[in-house]
């Protein structure tokens, strides 16, 4: 089983960047793919980014694509989200989830408690 935890959240004025980090527990992590997702009050869920197991693939959301970059480092247990040109839509409570690749949050068993980013104008 993983046991995730957030970090690197905060606030940054528009057009800064942010690392978000997500440190699993537990010895398989790397059987699992890997996402980050978002969230607002009064909004659903929205899909970030996903990365699988070898980090062979990627899946960008188009409201971040070009911006936002996933990647992973099995070694450490640890998932990244690198956050560049940040804009005050990005504002949200970002979560990571570790389960199955793709973009739906019900592909995912495991979830960090969330973290904040606030990105003022």
């Known amino acids: 089983q993983v046991r995730l935890a957030e970090s690197g959240g905060g606030l940054v004025q528009a057009g800064g960047s942010l690392r978000l980090s997500c440190a699993a527990s537990g010895r398989t992590f790397s059987n699992y793919a890997m996402g980050w997702f978002r969230q607002t009050p009064g909004k659903e869920r929205e899909f970030v980014a996903t990365?699988?197991?070898?980090?062979?693939?990627?899946y960008i959301a188009d409201s971040v694509k070009g911006r936002f970059t996933i990647s992973r480092d099995n070694a450490e247990n640890t998932v990244y989200l690198q956050m560049n040109s940040l804009k005050p839509e990005d504002t949200a409570v970002y979560y990571c989830a570790g389960g199955h690749y793709g973009s739906s949050p019900t592909l995912y068993d495991y979830w960090g408690q969330g973290i904040q980013v606030t990105v003022s104008s």
């Open positions: 990365i699988s197991r070898s980090a062979s693939s990627t």
